[in-house]
């Protein structure tokens, strides 16, 4: 292993609590009941479009026109709490001051828009212990596809089977696995 690929929502951070505020905020702006921490904890992991979709009773992402008019409502409230209630997990700063000891370069591999992913990064302190980021639009496919890791592989000059990928999801093991990446 010359590289570590770590997933952001979930892994790096506990991004619930304002993923939960934004989305009840957004909710109710629309005059909907509101959602439980858990409930939304449990959409987490595709992005926030699929986010949006399933606050909304959608199976996942939607391209309906509530939907879409409901993702500008969420982006506006998530903006403004994004990084208020995040915490970083236990062991997290731990673990990369390590693998920088180590001699790894390290990547996060995320879901999550870079206007989200990128001041999250720098108000937790993690952004100067990570070499690259792939947020979910650097690219034209997200995970689970295999393209956000097999670039960052390539950005970082390192083979797939070179590269552990962590994360938190069956959609982080699949896209590892499809990619070739450790898992």
Known sequence: IKAVLIDLDGTLLDTVPDL???ANAMLA???RLTLPVGTVRDFVGKGIPNLVGRCLGYPGESTAPDALAALAVFKRHYAAVNGR???????VLEGL???RRAGLKTA???NKAAAFTEPLL????LAGLLDRVVSGDTLAEKKPHPLPL???CGRMGTRPAENLHIGDSRHDAA???AAGCPV
């Not at 720098?122 to 302190?125: F, K, P, R, S």
């Open 175 to 177: 896209a590892a696995r």
């Open 108 to 110: 996060c591999v995320t």
């Open 97 to 99: 001051q390590a693998m």
């Open 85 to 91: 209630n995040t915490r970083i997990y236990p062991g």
């Open 122 to 125: 720098e108000a937790t302190g």
């Open 20 to 22: 939960a505020d934004a």
């Open 150 to 152: 097999l670039h960052a």
């Open 29 to 31: 702006e629309l005059g």
